[in-house]
């Protein structure tokens, strides 16, 4: 593979792990939230939302 193949690979691999981290956190924080303090499903979605949001944030940097 050369020199271009070998960063387009590991820059998938990255982006896979962004992904992953993000989807990880929100279900967690949804999970959590939702049946843990019985909180509503309005509320566990937008804690998910921000908890995914913050993952993205700090594994993109």
Do not use: K
């Not at 387009?8 to 999970?31: D, E, K």
């Not at 303090?37 to 998910?48: G, H, I, N, R």
């Amino acid at each position: 593979m050369n020199a271009d193949g070998a960063e387009s690979a590991g820059s998938m691999r990255h982006w896979h792990y962004i992904a992953m981290h993000t989807v990880a956190a929100a279900a967690f924080i949804f999970l959590l939230q939702r049946y843990a303090p019985d909180a509503s499903l309005d509320s566990s979605l937008l804690w998910a939302l921000t908890f995914g949001g913050c993952a993205y944030m700090q594994s993109n940097r």
